[in-house]
């Protein structure tokens, strides 16, 4: 496995099979943002950007939580610039979740791509029980996985949503035993990563772009991104894996 140098033992990171895994590493803090952690991911998640060797990106917590939160000095420069650079990632983003995600912790995990949870964990918006409004994008990602007014239910309430009615609502992709809950997550990353890691980032850039244009533009995103694939060494291996009959094997 290869190291990635994130500058501090707040944030740990390591390519594991074409997946980076990123560890939110302030088990006794349950993984609050701060100033340090918060720019070490920032950073990191950068680094990864152009990182060839890697096809996924699964971001967990260490210890009984994922994340707690965040610290709200500075706030929206960290909210920009650390939430959009999660959801605009050229990878696939992963939130591992083996324990509770609250606040600006929820809100990353919202901002990743797919999220895989630990039959014992929870997810709370949590930011009522502190007579504060929301941060880090929870209130725009949220309506628009599981539909504005069960997200105001959450918002107000604060109620722990557990793995399998999150799982019900479309928030959570895979349920997996806390026992072997971080290998189950790998594994899940691992197949991702092996995919046509060029395509998919083509894919998420028609999807994340289409919530806010029209169908016109929306059509010509999916015409240009489809040209550029079509002539792509993953789809040549695709069709060359499909007329042989084996798995194809990206590179």
């Not at 990632?89 to 591992?96: D, E, F, L, Q, S």
Request: aromatic share 6%; proline share 3%; with cysteine.
């Amino acid at each position: 496995m290869q190291e990635i140098d994130t500058g501090t033992q707040e944030l740990l990171c390591q390519i594991d099979g074409h997946v980076a895994v990123i560890t939110l590493n302030k088990p006794h803090k349950k993984n609050a943002l701060g100033d340090i952690l918060t720019p070490a991911l920032r950073q990191t998640l950068l680094i990864l950007s152009d990182h060839d060797e890697v096809g996924c990106i699964m971001i967990t917590g260490a210890g009984d939580a994922f994340c707690s939160g965040g610290d709200v000095r500075n706030l929206l420069i960290a909210q920009e610039t650390l939430t959009q650079r999660i959801f605009e990632h050229p990878k696939i983003t992963v939130a591992a979740i083996s324990g509770a995600a609250a606040g600006a912790g929820l809100s990353i995990a919202l901002a990743c791509d797919l999220r895989l949870i630990s039959d014992q964990a929870f997810i709370t918006t949590a930011f009522a029980r502190v007579g504060l409004t929301g941060d880090y994008g929870a209130s725009w990602f949220l309506p628009r996985l599981i539909g504005l007014s069960k997200a105001k239910e959450l918002f107000y309430s604060s109620d722990r949503v557990r793995a399998d009615e999150g799982k019900e609502l479309g928030l959570f992709h895979e349920v997996y035993p806390h026992e072997s809950f971080q290998e189950n997550a790998l594994s899940y990353c691992k197949a991702i990563a092996a995919g046509p890691s060029l395509a998919f980032s083509r894919m998420k850039e028609n999807l994340n772009t289409g919530l806010n244009q029209s169908l016109n533009e929306s059509l010509a995103l999916e015409a240009r991104n489809m040209v550029e694939s079509m002539g792509s060494s993953e789809s040549k291996e695709a069709i060359a894996a499909f007329m042989e009959k084996r798995p194809a094997v990206f590179k």
